[in-house]
């Protein structure tokens, strides 16, 4: 069998050891490159200019995780305007689907998109007990909104809300004489963020925001007469996991504590405790090996540019460590071939070499076999 066809094509390839000498020897010529360039009449100069742009661009990224830290800030969501897309007037029940828009403030530097949604219920809570707990439409996220980065965007919700006759009957009391009326959503959807940070490092997060929420809505009359005008009727909005924590005694604040403008925010602890925590991680630990390295790469290139040579202690730290990275990455190199092949190239070549040789054998053996005297003949 030809070479270029059999088992013998596959010991072409090198083993990982001889490819590990010949990167070595390939590292050692670059270093020895630039090293002449640096220990040149100009390396001193080259030398100063790459280690103050070096030191620059070690302050860009100070700078950048001073900004980063905390790694997410909470969102806030003011001014709310709503627009009227369908209205149903019956005799026994009310259709109302509106589009509402929410302005909100990122004061994170990156942006936030809300990428899928599913409806979630809104409750009006008419009394202490379960069963007062009624069900007045759905409300749903709309996909597509996002969040600018430092800046604000407007995210769009989609609300409808089937009033039957006993239920408007029930309500209209409750709004009338409580002076304050809770008032319960689900909120569900899918936040993404993805940041960029030093090493080529990033964190990306898909964070599924499934929340049970809930406020306090000032009663009719109440909101009437109070003596602050620009006060909003909505209290601070609260989120838990569960229906059972959100409803506990004291959870949601009191619409007395709303501010002057209508805001809910939105902690680290509301949106994804846990993703939140992961990227602080990943953060800290990049940028603390990134700022490590760049020091000590823009000190030893300062340190060249003032004496105009290359320290024989840096040259063999350096070569020892190249040498200590390639021979651990040689057995991965070598385990990562197939097993059978350099031992399968080798005895197939033995093979048929040997197998050559019985070819011309019969000849030869019959030779040997005669008398001397006879070859003469």
């Not at 001193?44 to 103050?52: D, K, M, N, P, T």
């Not at 229906?243 to 509301?270: C, S, V």
């Not at 390639?326 to 093979?351: I, N, R």
Request: charged residues 20%; proline residues 7%; aromatic residues 8%.
């Amino acid at each position: 069998m030809p070479p270029e066809y059999g088992p013998a094509s596959t010991s072409s390839r090198k083993p990982g050891g001889l490819e590990a000498v010949e990167t070595e020897a390939r590292c050692q010529s670059y270093f020895k490159w630039l090293d002449d360039v640096l220990e040149s009449p100009h390396g001193r100069v080259f030398a100063g200019v790459l280690g103050l742009w070096v030191a620059g661009w070690t302050l860009m990224q100070v700078n950048m995780w001073r900004e980063l830290t905390p790694v997410y800030r909470e969102t806030s969501c003011g001014r709310q305007e709503s627009i009227l897309k369908e209205f149903k007037l019956g005799l026994d029940e009310i259709y109302v689907d509106l589009q509402i828009s929410v302005h909100c403030q990122n004061p994170n530097p990156y942006k936030i998109n809300i990428l899928d949604s599913e409806p979630g219920i809104v409750q009006i809570v008419a009394g202490a007990r379960p069963q007062d707990r009624i069900d007045v439409g759905r409300l749903k996220v709309k996909p597509g909104s996002s969040l600018s980065r430092y800046g604000k965007g407007v995210v769009f919700v989609d609300m409808n809300a089937t009033i039957q006759k006993n239920i408007s009957e029930r309500l209209l009391p409750v709004f009338l004489n409580a002076q304050e009326i809770p008032i319960l959503m689900q909120l569900r959807f899918q936040v993404g963020i993805r940041l960029f940070f030093g090493l080529g490092g990033s964190w990306q997060a898909r964070a599924p925001f499934d929340k049970a929420c809930g406020l306090q809505m000032m009663g009719v009359l109440v909101n009437s007469f109070q003596q602050d005008k620009e006060r909003s009727r909505l209290g601070p909005l609260v989120c838990k996991d569960t229906w059972d924590e959100l409803l506990l005694p004291g959870t949601i604040p009191a619409a007395t504590e709303a501010k002057a403008i209508d805001r809910m925010d939105f902690g680290a602890a509301q949106v994804a405790p846990m993703e939140v925590q992961t990227g602080e991680l990943a953060k800290n630990v990049s940028f603390s090996i990134l700022v490590v390295c760049s020091c000590l790469v823009a000190t030893v290139f300062l340190w060249i540019s003032r004496n105009g040579k290359i320290p024989d202690d840096l040259k063999e730290y350096r070569g020892r460590m190249v040498h200590v990275a390639l021979s651990t990455l040689a057995p991965s190199s070598m385990g990562s071939q197939p097993e059978s092949e350099p031992g399968s190239a080798l005895p197939s070549l033995a093979k048929s070499k040997s197998s050559s040789k019985p070819a011309a054998e019969p000849k030869d053996s019959r030779a040997q076999q005669m008398p001397a005297f006879l070859w003469g003949a």
